[in-house]
């Protein structure tokens, strides 16, 4: 099973998302594919995950996570065992939206919430110092990211299996090319 995690103010209607989801349907895997609309606590995201992932009881997971959702990922498969592929992923997420506290507005269903002390705390709580598989891992990073440094993630993921492409942005331009290296992983 495929599960992605959509990242900071986002939602399962988010490009990647939606895209990886039609092609899922496009190959006759929709089955396979769940994309969970994560609740603004880090704590409740990472418990509804698992629920969700307990409910359906799939043979194998391989979450794919895209900024925060890569923050995620990254806890989840360290508690798991799963696999997962990093896609512009935040790295060390209490830190990194420490500058966004505050106000917040998701960016698909307008939904104004507040970014709080206890949502970083939330995220410290989840930060895994150093990853202890990389095989588990593959990172797609793009260097125009304008939102996160790709060499912060090239670093944390050191061993993993990394693409890192000159250009793009913290979208990830061009993520279609990727779903076939994502189903092979």
């Known amino acids: 099973m495929i599960v992605y995690l959509h990242g900071f103010n986002s939602s399962p209607a988010s490009g990647k998302a939606r895209l990886l989801g039609e092609h899922m349907a496009r190959i006759g895997?929709?089955?396979d594919y769940v994309c969970p609309a994560l609740p603004n606590s880090p704590r409740e995201a990472i418990a509804h995950v698992e629920a969700e992932l307990e409910q359906r009881r799939p043979e194998s997971v391989t979450l794919v996570g895209s900024s925060l959702g890569g923050f995620y990922a990254t806890h989840l498969a360290e508690q798991?065992?799963?696999?997962?592929?990093?896609?512009?992923?935040a790295v060390h997420a209490h830190t990194l939206?420490?500058?966004a506290l505050g106000p917040q507005t998701n960016w698909h269903?307008?939904?104004?919430?507040?970014?709080?002390?206890?949502h970083l705390a939330e995220l410290a709580a989840l930060d895994v110092e150093r990853i202890t598989r990389p095989e588990r891992y593959l990172l797609l990073a793009q260097t125009g990211d304008e939102v996160l440094d790709y060499r912060d993630a090239?670093?944390?993921y050191a061993g993993a299996r990394q693409i890192i492409e000159e250009g793009g942005d913290h979208g990830f331009a061009g993520f279609e090319r990727h779903y076939q290296t994502i189903l092979d992983f």
């Open 109 to 118: 269903s307008g939904e104004k919430w507040e970014l709080t002390e206890a």
């Open 97 to 99: 939206l420490r500058s």
């Open 29 to 31: 895997r929709s089955a």
């Open 80 to 89: 798991h065992g799963w696999k997962a592929v990093l896609v512009n992923p």
């Open 154 to 156: 090239t670093a944390y």
